[in-house]
């Protein structure tokens, strides 16, 4: 009887790893591009783990070649993450089995400048998107290029050279046909303009995703440098781009790229992206003044004087985004320090600093926040009006890129690995063998 329930359990294990056995959990969903299908760091998934460690609930752990701070994506059973090799000259993505773990392939996707940024940057910082045909990549110099599931290259734009005096950071977002990317640079002759003077060469570009070929192109008028990944807004049957930048929050026609209105900010190098909940639109500005501003939505034209709700100078961040979970906003700062506000009156409900400092953007799933700390330190609270702290779980990697989430696992990208986390305790047939038989 002992030695037929260990071949059931090797079968079993098999059968675990292969994916025979794997039944997709309820409410499985894919996390095509930065912070999720929702781009604000939500996942409608339940039934995570909120505790792992060396010996506990990880699934697998795959060495990631190079260096990039950009985050996995998922789609089925694919992962996606950029990665960048030879000093950052060659930007590589590489496509990782979800269920296995391993590297499926690992390809040059083409040539990168390897430019001027600030020393916390990578070149290989942009999260790519995927429609689930094709993957969609921003370089560091500005390049583009949409990558099939096998590896090959469909077409490459490589017409704007870009600069920035940080280096780039936006990822793309994709609306329908378009792959979306807003190019918030500066000059490299003249040092300040575009970063410590505001000028009106930033503009958004809309690309064909079949082609490459540009669709329109968006000014914004005086503005400076940031690297906010942009928003689509859906209110009242009709949908528009908001895409902050610095010394501005803006909204713009997705068919034509028209402006449709601006509210005034000041500050430049803004980095946490855009959040939109209920009829508010959430966004920080950068240096030398950190406010967290809102803007009502609806409006036409310069809107500063008509359209602004409520601001704070408090604990405001200039890296990680905010996480709106109605009725709440929450905010991280660098330092650790996490806020908990109304969202409709940005009045504080709590305050507490956690451990680390963080670069990362917070997830939200199954009622609980899980943030992570450039430490690989991950905090995991309960969503609510009142700060009550589940678990903490070291990995002990440096940790820039965001949390992923899809189909029962967390994903975590560390300075050298990416890590798969899922319930691995599981019952068993057999107490005294050991072995599992069946996931939790």
Not at 70 to 98: F, K, M, N
Not at 214 to 233: D, E, F, M, Y
Not at 264 to 275: A, D, I, L, R, Y
């Amino acid at each position: 009887m002992r030695r037929a329930c260990q071949i059931l359990q090797r079968y079993v294990l098999t059968a675990l790893i292969t994916g025979i056995f794997a039944p997709s959990p309820a409410g499985a969903e894919n996390w095509p591009c930065f912070r999720g299908a929702t781009r604000q760091g939500i996942s409608n998934e339940k039934n995570l783990p909120v505790e792992w460690s060396d010996a506990n609930n990880i699934v697998w752990k795959t060495p990631i070649p190079g260096r990039g701070w950009s985050s996995p994506i998922v789609w089925g059973d694919r992962i996606y993450l950029t990665t960048a090799t030879e000093e950052g000259t060659c930007l590589r993505l590489v496509r990782i089995a979800r269920q296995a773990g391993t590297i499926v392939w690992d390809r040059e996707i083409l040539k990168q400048k390897a430019g001027h940024k600030h020393a916390n940057n990578s070149y290989a910082t942009s999260t790519p998107v995927t429609d689930g045909e094709n993957v969609y990549v921003l370089a560091a110099d500005g390049s583009i290029a949409a990558v099939s599931n096998e590896g090959d290259v469909v077409w490459t734009n490589r017409e704007f050279k870009y600069y920035s005096e940080h280096g780039l950071g936006v990822s793309p977002v994709l609306y329908k046909e378009l792959v979306i990317i807003p190019f918030d640079w500066s000059s490299k002759e003249e040092r300040e303009v575009g970063w410590q003077k505001p000028w009106d060469k930033a503009f958004i570009w809309a690309l064909d995703k079949n082609t490459g070929q540009v669709k329109w192109k968006a000014g914004r008028g005086q503005s400076r440098i940031a690297h906010v990944t942009p928003n689509i807004l859906s209110e009242g049957g009709t949908e528009q781009l908001i895409s902050p930048a610095g010394d501005v929050i803006q909204g713009f026609d997705l068919t034509t790229g028209e402006r449709i209105w601006t509210a005034k900010t000041f500050g430049e190098g803004v980095v946490p992206s855009v959040v939109i909940g209920d009829g508010l639109i959430y966004q920080t500005s950068g240096f030398p003044k950190k406010i967290l501003h809102t803007v009502h939505t609806g409006g036409k034209g310069d809107v500063t004087e008509t359209h602004m709700a409520w601001e704070t100078d408090k604990d405001v961040s200039t890296i990680p985004s905010m996480l709106y979970v109605k009725p709440y906003l929450y905010t991280l700062t660098e330092g650790g320090v996490v806020r908990c506000l109304k969202a409709d009156t940005g009045e504080q409900l709590w305050k507490k600093r956690l451990p680390g400092r963080y670069s990362a953007s917070p997830v939200f799933a199954d009622g609980k926040i899980y943030f992570l700390s450039e430490q690989g330190r991950a905090t995991v609270i309960e969503a609510g009006p009142e700060f009550k702290r589940i678990a903490q779980n070291d990995l002990k990697e440096k940790c820039v890129a965001s949390i992923a989430i899809s189909q029962g696992n967390i994903f975590i990208r560390t300075e050298k690995n990416l890590f798969c986390i899922g319930i691995t305790q599981i019952n068993t047939a057999c107490s005294d063998s050991g072995f599992p038989l069946s996931r939790e």
